[in-house]
């Protein structure tokens, strides 16, 4: 299940671009469901260990990567730690509810993803409430930012 | 600082087009729009001017606030247009805020967070898009890059149950009475950030918000996203004293001409949003004259049929020329 907390809290990596170049291994890029959320998110194609063909900048490093799909392969890599998941656009949201399904992740939210209207199972850490709709999302996280 | 100024950012990759009227201007919307890659661009520059291959074209110098040390960078820089991106953990504290308004520099900032302390407008609030156009001759594939406005919502003409207004003070007063007259429920929510739990608390009517768009951008966010359960409909002049301006009760072509082109008369470093500059303005021109203005009590002359029709016609023009503000 996707676990969120909103709004300010402790122990949140927060500059996640920073945190990513700093810990990336180059084994991650080989992962196919790492292949796919870059395709997905950003439109890229992964060539190689340190090498991604970006439709908008050509042939980049991984640091070049977009902020959010950056913070969805270390959710996707390191689910125990939380990470500040603002830097991601609603169009990252799909893959933090796909990559909960196997294994709990928890991330931060300093404001409202919009995670579309699918059924959701999203568990709000401030109070502890379930939720399975944007709609009861937003009731609940209004209160926390 | 004051003005409104075009900026082009480019490289023989991608360049990106932008206009900043304000002091505050925030980027935010989908990931791999090209936010980092403008504010690294102008890091770039910044860092090393042409010798970077970056070129950036606007009447201001553009600079970016990196590091820790930002309190005294700020103070050093003066009369720029200076440029933030994401992961920097300050920007939501009070002292970020507070230098911002003691600043003369206007600020672009990549963020999804919402900033309270930050007195931004919902026009302010903005998106990168790709506009590129495939050219057959072309040499090379630049990508072209634009901000939009992602709070551009058209007003809609509709009858709401119940009208929701910011203000508890003179736009109250006055929204309350318009409404009176309509058979329509008018609440006060006593400030932008009660607007969400109001709005929460009402039952399955249409709900018409009535806030100061010029500083209502942080709120924007929570209160659109109640969307996703409510009937919710937007009333967002730039400030309620705007409106009055704009209604003509108030004579002079001096007045006429900021409100065509406010940006060239609100100091920023004065004036922390237009919503302020708009309330000092109206109380300067009304100072001594039976329309005298206060924003804790309103004079009841604006309650007079004439002058209560002249307002209601500014907004009617509002809404039927389909804007917000």
Redesign the interface.
């Known amino acids: 299940m996707l676990r969120i907390i909103f709004g ?1 809290s402790r122990d949140i990596i ?5 945190y990513f170049s700093n810990v990336f291994q180059k084994e991650w890029l080989d992962d196919p469901y790492v292949r796919k959320m870059i395709k997905g ?3 890229s194609e992964v060539l190689g260990d340190y090498l991604i063909k970006s439709k ?3 042939l980049i490093a991984p640091a070049q990567l ?4 950056k913070t969805l392969i270390l959710t996707y890599f390191l689910p125990e730690k939380i990470f500040n998941a ?7 949201a799909r893959w933090f509810l796909d990559m909960s399904k196997k294994q709990d992740r928890t991330i931060n939210l ?3 993803m ?1 995670f579309g209207d699918r059924k959701m199972d999203i568990q709000i850490l401030n109070n502890g409430a379930v939720v399975h ?3 009861e999302l ?2 609940v ?2 209160d926390y ?1 | 600082m004051k003005g409104s100024y075009r900026i082009v950012v480019q490289n023989n ?2 360049q990106f087009k932008l206009q900043v009227n304000r002091n505050i201007t925030i980027i ?10 403008l504010v690294d661009m102008v890091r770039q520059y910044s860092l090393n001017g042409q010798d970077s291959g970056v070129n950036i074209s606007c009447e201001k110098e553009c600079t970016v606030l990196v590091g820790v040390r930002w309190q005294s960078e700020i103070a050093s820089i003066k009369n720029s247009i200076v440029f933030l991106d ?4 300050f920007i ?1 504290e009070p002292a970020f805020a507070a230098a911002v308004q003691a600043s003369d520099n206007y600020f672009v900032i990549a ?4 900033l309270f302390h930050l007195p931004y407008s919902v026009k302010e609030v903005y998106g990168l898009r ?1 506009v590129t156009r495939k050219k057959k001759y072309q040499v090379f594939n630049r ?1 072209y890059s634009e901000f939009y406005p992602l709070y551009d919502e058209k007003m809609v003409r509709i009858k709401p149950d119940v009208v929701v207004v910011e203000d508890s003070n003179s736009g109250y007063q006055f929204f309350s009475a318009l409404c009176e007259k309509e058979g329509i429920r008018c609440v006060s929510a006593k400030g932008n950030s009660n607007i ?1 739990k109001v709005i ?1 608390e009402c039952g399955d009517e249409t709900i018409m918000v009535v806030a100061d768009g010029a500083v209502f951008g942080p709120e924007m ?2 209160v659109l ?2 969307r ?2 409510k009937k919710v409909v937007y009333f967002l002049p730039e400030s309620f004293e705007w409106l009055i301006l704009r209604s003509g009760l108030i004579d002079g072509a001096k007045v006429q001409e900021i409100l065509e082109h406010p940006y060239d008369f609100i100091e920023s470093e004065k004036y922390f949003s237009w919503e302020r500059f708009f309330t000092a303005l109206l109380i300067q021109e009304t100072k001594g004259t039976y329309l005298q203005y206060s924003k804790s009590r309103l004079n009841e002359n604006y309650l007079n049929p004439k002058e209560k029709r002249s307002i209601g016609e500014a907004i009617r023009q509002l809404v039927e020329n389909g804007q917000t503000s």
């Open positions: 300010k927060y500059n996640t671009s920073m998110v950003d439109g908008a900048l050509g977009s902020g959010g799909v603002s830097t991601c656009g609603d169009n990252c300093r404001h409202i919009d709709s944007m709609s937003v009731d996280a209004a930012l | 990759i991608v935010r919307g989908d990931s791999a729009t090209g936010k980092s890659t994401e992961g920097l953990e939501s963020t999804r967070e919402t790709n990508i969400y929460r966010e929570r996203a109640f996703k359960a």
